[in-house]
């Protein structure tokens, strides 16, 4: 039964997870309504031009999507369709259309009562939003608690939400995890602005630059880069060192070589950096804004929340293992453990179980 996946276009963390599933014998094809990562481009978040080292568009069936065409819905040996999204006027009409010519409609998204600041009437219109589009959606693959949770909030049933967590190429991040030596390592990924909370780590590693025991490298580029580089360097903060945008290839060295992932997000919906660090072994301290927290983060286990903003509390988790070393080294370990169960082959077969 083939299925259709319409995505906006080829990204780095959804083409392993379809190359995967072309391999266990799924029949999807992607449809694209652009195909500008599959060269070089320029990331308005980054705030650069950036390529990246993998092709994301080999090994798997794709096309890309004329604006506002609608016709291959009407392939006959197409039962289903599965979207990135529901909130753009597209993925809407979609929706509708393929429910009405008799396609199975499938959903996935990353919206969850953090993703996104709501007041109360867009918390009213978008339960009224769900209630309307829900009639013509057979299934929402959750990719996490958070997720199901925002569902269930709009009164979807339950026995229409199924498990597909949101993944990486486990095998591809894994890194034996070696014993931590006299100083331990923290580490940044993602974009340099204020949603992802520089502000909130640059406050806590000037808390931290009296110890000598620590080195923290952060990596990735934005609008706010220049700014805290120049604030380490007047600081003279020497331990903090900064990268810029790193692909893959070389992101997972760096991954082995750290102990502790920071995610001082302020809005994260997921935060699949997580996914990566924990499969070479890091702990995690993430704010308690952070989507994938109620899934993979285990207090006392493999990692510590702080409150959102508050850099006296993320200082506090640094120090923490600073001091505990023992312990640091268990949460290591416990990170495998957790995210070994987050992979691909769950992916497949719950969506094995909705195309049998």
Known sequence: MKIIYILSHPIQYQT??????????????VAYKSLHTTGKFYDKNFKKKILWDQNLIKNYNYFKINKYNFSFLFNPETKFIWLHGTKNFYNFLVIILASIIGKKVLIREESNKYSKNRNKINIFL????YNFIDLFIDYYLAIGKLNKEYYLSKNIKQSKIVRVPYVVNNEFFFNKINKIKKNINFLFVGKINSLK????????????APKTNVFFDIIGSGELLKIYKNKIKIKKINFVKFHGFINQNKLKKFYKKSDILIVPSKIEPWGLVVNEAMCSGNAIIASNMVGCAADLIVKNKNGYLFKSKNSDDLYAKMLYYINNKKKLQ????YSQKIISKYNFE???????????
């Open 16 to 29: 392993p997870l379809i190359k995967y599933l072309v391999k266990k014998k799924i029949d999807i094809t």
């Open 197 to 208: 909370g520089i502000d909130v780590l640059y406050e806590a590693i000037v808390k931290i």
């Open 126 to 129: 978008n339960k009224i939003y």
């Open 330 to 333: 268990a949460h290591k370990k």
């Open 346 to 356: 769950s992916c497949f077969k719950s969506l094995k179980k909705i195309i049998n």
